[in-house]
């Protein structure tokens, strides 16, 4: 059986509400992400097979993560995905070096990682045309990102469109 993976962070209630109040300042340039659905990736899995996806999910078990901070600062528009996202920079250490250590768990069950460098970002809207001119002048406010878990979240495609379920989660050791 295969499965679409990845593992991610979950913004909390308030950062949800004011990535969606973005959004809205975004509409017409897309199709925006549901609510629901708004995360940070840390890695993306892709369609794996089952026994796979066990060996990655028991060695991500086997380690201690740290917490870490991300601040989310940028509004951009990638043109090979179509998506305008709120992006950031590694800065903390602990993200850059959890990073790391999670793409080399992924080497050890063949995975790909498909990304040459990471970049944290939350998907805003899908299917997007351009930035608007006044993008910057939208974000009144960075968003700093100290999330206490990481999840393994599951892709699951329903009639009403994609849902991203947590599967599994970790916490993250302050």
């Known amino acids: 059986m295969q499965i679409r993976l990845f593992l991610g ?58 917490s870490f901070s991300v601040t989310l600062d940028q509004l951009s528009g990638w043109q090979k995905p179509k998506i305008l996202c709120l992006a950031g920079s590694v800065s903390d250490e602990k993200l850059s070096s959890s990073v790391a250590n999670i793409r080399a768990i992924a080497k050890t069950v063949a995975l790909q990682d498909p990304f040459t460098t ?13 930035l608007p001119d006044n993008s910057q002048q939208l974000l009144t406010e960075p968003l700093v990102i100290n999330p206490d878990s990481m999840h393994l979240f599951q892709s699951i495609s329903r009639e009403s469109g994609v849902e991203y379920q947590i599967i599994k989660s970790w916490p993250l050791r302050r």
């Open 9 to 66: 962070l979950k913004p909390d209630l308030a950062q949800i509400q004011a990535l969606v109040a973005l959004q809205q300042q975004l509409a017409g340039t897309g199709r925006p992400v549901p609510a629901d659905n708004l995360h940070m990736t840390l890695f993306f899995l892709g369609t794996i097979e089952q026994n796979k996806a066990d060996i990655f999910v028991r060695a991500i078990d086997s380690q201690i993560w740290p």
């Open 118 to 130: 990471y970049t944290p970002h939350i998907t805003l809207m899908r299917k997007a045309i351009a």
